[in-house]
């Protein structure tokens, strides 16, 4: 199912497994195994076979999140030096 991101009445975007893992440009079981771990929000929806369900702001936060670890790892190690 595809919405807009500023559908009316709080109406949100939902991508599967494998629509996150192309617009994160991950191998689709990094995403499952995210999930998994707590690291990324997602819902499993109609057991396994239907798989995960992901919000796409869910993917805005996550990769904020990541980016953020990302540039206090470079800091610490001096990749500015």
Known sequence: MYLRPSAPLGLRRILTVQ?????LQVH???VRR?????RLRGVLVGGTRSGY????RELYRFFARQAAVAAVG???HGAGD
């Open 28 to 30: 689709p079981e990094s």
């Open 74 to 76: 470079a800091d610490r």
């Open 19 to 23: 629509q996150a893992a192309a617009w």
């Open 53 to 56: 369900r992901i919000e796409e």
């Open 34 to 38: 995210w999930i998994r771990q707590g």
